[in-house]
C-alpha cells in the first residue's frame, strides 16, 4: 500500500445530533472531504449518516474500533464494505485471527459489490492513554504483517514506526492541535507540521474546529499550515 501524500485532514464528527453533523459539512466540504464518524454519532443515527454524507460527495472514516470475535468483526467489516466507507478501525490487540478474518470479509465483499474495499485500519493504543514506544511498534508491526492498511497513532510514534517498519502502510493521527488549543483528553498531540513531518498520513482532528468562533476560517488555517501556504 503505497503512501498517500500530500497528507489530508479528516474532520471528527463528535457531535450529539445529526443536524449538527450535517451543518459542519455543509461547511467545511469540500474543503475537507473526509468525516469520521464515531461511536456517538453511529450510535444514534446508524447508515442514515453515512448515506447522507455519500450522498454529498464526501468520504467516511467509519471509526468504531471493532474489537470482538473474528467472525463478529468479520460480519461488521462486511456490513461496512457495503456502505461504502473508505476506511474503517479494527484494535489489533483483538489478534491475528480477528484481523484476518476482517481482511478476507473486506476484500470479499467488495468483489460481490464491485466496489473498492475499505481501508482497514488497526488501533496501537488510544491518544487518551500513556504509552510506550515499544508496545505501539510492537502492535503496529503485527498489524502490518498481518495484512492491515495502516494503524493509528500520535505524531510522536509515527517517527519511530517509519523508521522501523520498512514497508509501506498508512498513518492516520489523531489529537492534531494548533499551538494556542487546549489538549484536552489527548496525551498525545501534535501541530499539523509536526504530525506531516512524523511521516502521517491522515490528520484527525475535531474540537479545535467543532468548537472555534469559526469552523470554516480555522479549517482554512489548518490547511494553510497542512500545504504551507499560511506564514
Request: net charge positive; proline share 4%; aromatic share 6%.
Amino acid at each position: 500500500m503505497p503512501k498517500l501524500k500530500p497528507a489530508e485532514l479528516i474532520l471528527a464528527l463528535d457531535v450529539d445530533t445529526l443536524d449538527s453533523a450535517l451543518q459542519f459539512v455543509n461547511k467545511l466540504y469540500p474543503k475537507i472531504n473526509i468525516f469520521k464518524i464515531g461511536s456517538q454519532l453511529f450510535t444514534a443515527y446508524g447508515p442514515r449518516i453515512i448515506e447522507l454524507l455519500e450522498q454529498k460527495g464526501a468520504e467516511v472514516f467509519l471509526d468504531l474500533k471493532y474489537y470482538d470475535i473474528p467472525n463478529t468483526v468479520a460480519q461488521a467489516v462486511a456490513a461496512a464494505a457495503r456502505l461504502k466507507v473508505k476506511m474503517l478501525t479494527l484494535h489489533i490487540s483483538g489478534g491475528k485471527a480477528m484481523v484476518e478474518a476482517a481482511i478476507a470479509a473486506a476484500e470479499a465483499q467488495a468483489k460481490i459489490s464491485r466496489i473498492k474495499r475499505p481501508l482497514l485500519i488497526g488501533i496501537t493504543v488510544l491518544t487518551s492513554r500513556d504509552s510506550t514506544a515499544q508496545e505501539v511498534l510492537n502492535l503496529a508491526k503485527s498489524a502490518i504483517g498481518w495484512g492491515l492498511d495502516g494503524v493509528v497513532c500520535s505524531a510522536q510514534e509515527a517517527v519511530n514506526l517509519r523508521q522501523e517498519i520498512q514497508k509501506d502502510f498508512l498513518i492516520v493521527t489523531p489529537g492534531i492541535r494548533q499551538t494556542t488549543d487546549s489538549g484536552d483528553d489527548q496525551k498525545r498531540t501534535a501541530t499539523v507540521k509536526e504530525a506531516v513531518s512524523a511521516g502521517s498520513d491522515f490528520l484527525v482532528i475535531g474540537r479545535p474546529i467543532l468548537k472555534a468562533e469559526n469552523p470554516l476560517a480555522r479549517t482554512m488555517e489548518l490547511l494553510g499550515d497542512l500545504y504551507g501556504t499560511r506564514n
